[in-house]
């Protein structure tokens, strides 16, 4: 007897199953979203996983009080769930996207995405370093195509860190979506990655930095061998390279077994592991397989981790697997009465298996399609999801770029100092294994803002009309953090948090919200709540203390 279809009162698509248990303190913001959207749904009538993170993701946004990304966001999956851009799921500053600030990627290989290059082409050079004769000898692509690059992996990792989302329409826009970019290709004909390439490409760096304006070099390989720092050349260029003021970020590896190689295992390198937040929102969030521990020169690394899974990237254009993508996500919009016809025609792009092709069961042929979509890691026709440290050191990247973005003249050193004070460690999980933490971005740039930040103090709130911003402010000579919380983002303690000036003077701008009354407080050092003193309009908050009030008009 077949099973009964399962449709979702929320978004009718046919689903496994609906949900009807929730955790009702965590969920109870959600609920009341998914019921402000859809008049008369109760508890009872039940939803499918898509909608509860996509209902909790609109919450998320409304907390952190983003700009709205378009009707794009978020995209569903045919995985049955959403792959959240790392910006978001990092809580990243997005006023600072890395703008005038080069980076120089050293990877197998490259190609010039439309992510980078078609709003505006930000590639200053591509490098093969595996066509010279010696070290001297310079060597630049000009013409660059897939099959001569192999550039799937250079392609993934340059783009999560500065692509700008040009084929997610925004969606999966890059930490430092508006860098430069300097690309040095390290992977010979034979699909190798030698330590003499590397070494050419370092070499390379250590010429033409300043030409280029290089600040961050990323480093998403390794050497073959584990040796200390002091015998490797790979070490003794990186080294070289953070003297004359370069950032150097490498990926530990995925192997928690095995040791830390060289770049990463250098002093001075920003070694980068991973962890696993499940592509979720929550604060909970797990380790990654990274490789960790004791170098030989009894160093401990990593120096920090960031997402290292779930993470979109880029499907290499003009490759079979691009092909493939878009193939069955055309599939997935072709009627029930047409699909069989519509899969036999296009079978040899798919790898879809013959025996799909057995009967007219359209709900089997979908399925199938759905199976092999999941396999491939496809999200859209031009994402698939990722994983591994080579994608977390990118993010790390990024968040440098927007950091050097903020005050150009942070040294590697000064840098250093301000990833590893504002980096969080995860509870229940050795340090060993994280080193400071996991990256802060938002933290990291307050804390670069506060060294020499100017702030010019308004009436608060004040409402830009021009800028469509709402900047609030507060004077206090003792804080060392200060967030804003309301009840335009359901109280968030931790998120917005405000920028410290001079004479005690802290700041937050805010996009424009939509008309209606609101109230908020500063929270302090995640310890105490201050009304408004700037803003006359306040009421009773139930708790002896005032909610002060912030009415937009039409």
Excluded at 26 to 54: F, H, L
Excluded at 508 to 523: A, N
Excluded at 533 to 539: A, K, V, W
């Amino acid at each position: 007897m077949k099973s009964p279809v399962i449709i979702c009162p929320l978004c009718s698509d046919e689903v496994d199953k609906l949900l009807y248990r929730y955790h009702i303190d965590g969920e109870r913001v959600v609920m009341e979203k998914i019921r402000q959207q859809n008049p008369g749904w109760t508890e009872n009538d039940g939803a499918c996983s898509r909608c509860v993170d996509y209902y909790h993701t609109e919450v998320v946004m409304q907390q952190r009080i983003l700009p709205e990304i378009g009707p794009y966001f978020p995209v569903k999956s045919p995985d049955d769930f959403i792959i959240l851009p790392a910006g978001l799921r990092l809580n990243a500053d997005q006023r600072y996207t890395g703008k005038g600030i080069t980076i120089c990627f050293i990877d197998g290989g490259f190609y010039p995405h439309p992510d980078i290059t078609t709003h505006r082409n930000r590639i200053k050079a591509i490098i093969d370093v595996t066509k010279t004769m010696d070290a001297t000898n310079d060597h630049s692509i000009t013409d660059c195509h897939p099959e001569l690059v192999e550039g799937w992996h250079g392609t993934m990792t340059s783009v999560v860190c500065a692509g700008d989302g040009y084929l997610s329409n925004g969606l999966y826009k890059g930490i430092a979506g508006d860098a430069e970019l300097v690309l040095i290709k390290v992977q010979n004909d034979a699909g190798r990655i030698t330590t003499e390439n590397i070494v050419k490409a370092l070499q390379w760096v250590l010429r033409h930095h300043e030409e280029y304006d290089i600040r961050i070099v990323n480093m998403s390989l390794g050497d073959d061998e584990a040796v200390s720092y002091k015998q490797s050349e790979v070490d003794r260029l990186a080294e070289k390279l953070i003297e004359k003021g370069v950032i150097i970020v490498a990926a530990a590896g995925n192997d928690e077994n095995s040791m830390v190689k060289p770049p990463a295992n250098s002093p001075r390198v920003i070694t980068v592991g991973g962890i696993d937040d499940q592509n979720s929102l929550e604060k909970e969030i797990g380790l990654y397989h990274s490789t960790f521990g004791k170098t030989i020169d009894g160093l401990m690394k990593p120096e920090l981790v960031a997402h290292a899974i779930w993470i979109a990237a880029p499907i290499l254009p003009e490759t079979k697997e691009k092909k493939e993508a878009e193939v069955l996500h055309y599939l997935l919009t072709v009627s029930p009465a047409e699909l069989p016809l519509a899969v036999k025609q296009n079978i040899a792009f798919t790898g879809l298996p013959m025996s799909v092709l057995a009967g007219d069961d359209a709900t089997f042929i979908r399925d199938t399609i759905l199976q092999r979509i999941r396999s491939r890691k496809y999200i859209s026709p031009h994402y698939m999801h990722v994983d591994g440290t080579s994608f977390a050191a990118p993010v790390v990247s990024a968040v440098i770029a927007q950091l050097l973005e903020a005050d150009p003249r942070l040294t590697p050193a000064a840098t250093r100092e301000i990833l590893f004070r504002t980096a969080r460690r995860i509870e229940n999980y050795p340090a060993i294994r994280q080193g400071f933490g996991v990256i802060h971005p938002r933290k990291a740039i307050l804390h670069v803002l506060k060294r020499e930040a100017v702030i010019t103090p308004g009436s608060s709130p004040h409402i830009n009309k021009e800028q469509n911003t709402i900047e609030f402010y507060i004077q206090h000579d003792c804080a060392s953090q200060v967030s804003l919380a309301g009840s335009f983002n359901q109280w968030a303690r931790d998120v917005l948090l405000l920028e410290p000036g001079k004479q005690g003077w802290w700041k937050i701008e805010v996009p424009m919200m939509p008309p209606g009354k609101y109230y908020y407080k500063f929270f302090v050092d995640e310890k105490v709540w201050l009304e408004d003193t700037g803003n006359p309009h306040r009421e009773p908050d139930g708790f002896n203390g005032f909610n002060s009030i912030l009415t937009i008009n039409n």
